[in-house]
């Protein structure tokens, strides 16, 4: 790419994508962006303005956070606060439901009905035939 | 500096992540007490730039580490990897504070914070603070997974690939989230439009 090729969209496009120091740009695209901001003002005042957006983010990051010992005791308190009851519940679920789907499973896959078996078992009185 | 970091900076040792982790499935309170001040600053400043709430953030900051004190035995299983625990929670305190901002729908916008300007004119502070106006302003329209890119780039520092595995999203997908971001903070001090 030529430096004539460097438009202000596409210095433009760089800058949402790449923030608003150059020096950390990809090094192809330094230069080209440097002789476009000594050439047009827009591409300045929109890195001036991005600039500012990050000098508006790095001012008010919010330095203070709650008590580390605070965190800590409420984070044991609640552990403690969870009823027995409730850490048992996925487990009781998960095996109530796979025993659901045991039974289902094995009742869809029955080769025969319940009413063949009887059919079966009434034949079989008369065994004797068979032997 | 908080009041208590004089005393957690005594114990706070040199322990990796995931040496802690492994005390604290154990029961550790000392080694889970370590990880939270290692990390309540930096998830504080993401949860707060995400929902524009310090209040908000620290409920947040605090049901993530509840999460974690309850889940490490179980993450300590599933997961390995030096940066892999603060990643871990970053996630959490980035979708909580997104699933939060998107309950709440509107978050109640406090108060732009006070601007201390070195320039000796009145004018120069009062142009600045309407930049900061505009600005909060701005940030408050966006989206909330925009913000989550904002927040994850510029308050946790991580790279855009890092971010992507945060949000669980593609690469392409983060950046494209952070691009519109940028876009629409830095129209917000060019009136809307380019030149």
């Known amino acids: 790419m030529t430096t004539d090729e460097f438009t202000l969209p596409m210095f433009l496009d760089a800058l949402d994508l790449y923030g608003g120091t150059i020096e950390s740009w990809p090094p192809s695209l330094q230069a080209q962006a440097r002789e476009l901001l000594s050439r047009l003002s827009p591409a300045r005042e929109s890195l001036d303005a991005m600039l500012q957006v990050e000098g508006y983010l790095d001012r008010t990051r919010p330095l203070s956070s709650p008590a580390a010992g605070a965190i800590v005791a409420t984070a044991m308190q609640k552990r403690q606060d969870r009823p027995a009851a409730t850490r048992w519940v996925p487990w009781t679920a998960a095996g109530a439901l796979a025993l659901a789907a045991g039974a289902f499973t094995g009742f869809v896959t029955l080769p025969v009905t319940p009413q063949d078996y009887l059919g079966a078992a009434l034949v079989q009185t008369d065994a004797s035939d068979v032997w | ?195």
Do not use: C
Request: aromatic residues 6%.
């Open chain 2, 1 to 195: 500096m908080d009041e208590d970091d004089g005393f957690w900076a005594v114990v706070t040792a040199e322990e990796s992540d995931d040496e802690l982790v492994a005390q604290v499935a154990k029961g550790d309170g000392l080694a889970f007490a370590r990880l939270v001040q290692r990390h309540r600053s930096r998830l504080m400043a993401v949860a707060a730039r995400i929902l524009g709430s310090p209040a908000m953030a620290e409920d947040i900051v605090q049901e993530t580490f509840t999460r974690a004190w309850i889940n490490a035995p179980r993450w300590r299983v599933q997961n390995e990897g030096s940066a892999a625990f603060a990643a871990w929670l970053s996630r959490i305190a980035t979708n909580l504070s997104i699933d939060q901002l998107r309950r709440a729908n509107t978050v109640p916008l406090e108060a732009a914070p006070v601007i201390e300007d070195d320039a000796p004119g009145a004018d120069a502070q009062m142009i600045e603070a309407e930049r900061t106006r505009r600005l909060h302003a701005a940030m408050q329209d966006l989206p909330a997974r925009q913000r989550a890119a904002v927040a994850l780039t510029y308050d946790d520092g991580h790279s855009n690939a890092e971010g992507a595995l945060i949000l669980q999203i593609s690469v392409g997908a983060f950046e494209l989230l952070l691009v519109r971001a940028r876009r629409a903070l830095r129209l917000a001090l060019m009136d809307g439009t380019e030149k």
